[in-house]
């Protein structure tokens, strides 16, 4: 009886011990990969620099987007989990011209689209300053094109999830709202652009 009680507690404190490891790993681990995406952003947010664009790459958007926007737009992307294409997709119709400085003429409700992935007013210091922007000792600026870029995507991967990767829903959410999008109350230049976008999207995929 007292080898059976002193068998389980061993096993029990094995156990024990077992799970405190596998708790301290994956802490480590998601803590880790956590701080090095801020890390990350950090080094690119700190002032509007140039991004460094490897040698050896080779722009996959060449004459749609400039190396420097490409780059960076392949690196968040895959950070976050986005595909590129849409991305991409979604600025060629929103900035075809791939203007970091673009500023829209007044919508309706008299909110502009600004920066390289035309963001609303209504929410840059709202919502996606809230929302998206992670970097708390930066400053968010929105017509910086990297913070822009980066909110944009962060925007992106959001709607992604809320359709379940439905990619012409996501589309119609960035360009007209969520709620409307859930309402189906979807304005005809909204379908017009979602259109646009995954006609682009599948040209991409294609090439």
Known sequence: MVNKRLILRQTLAKLFILLLF???FFGCYFYGKHNAIKEIGRAAFTANKT??????????YDGLISDEH?????????VLGVPTDFVVSELLVENPED?????SKPNKDGSYDVGLFQLNSRYVYTTFKNRYWNFYDVEFDPMN??????????????????????????????NCGAGRTIAGDI???TKIYVARVMNNYKLLNQS
């Open 99 to 103: 203007n970091p400085m673009a500023l």
């Open 22 to 24: 596998i708790t301290l």
């Open 145 to 174: 094109w990297q913070h822009n870029t980066y909110v944009a995507i962060r925007l992106m991967k959001d709607l992604l999830d809320s359709f379940n990767g439905d990619m012409t829903m996501a589309a119609t959410a960035y």
């Open 51 to 60: 991004v460094e664009v490897s040698g050896e790459w080779v722009n996959p």
């Open 70 to 78: 490409a780059y960076y737009i392949c690196e968040w992307s895959n």
């Open 187 to 189: 304005p005809q230049s």
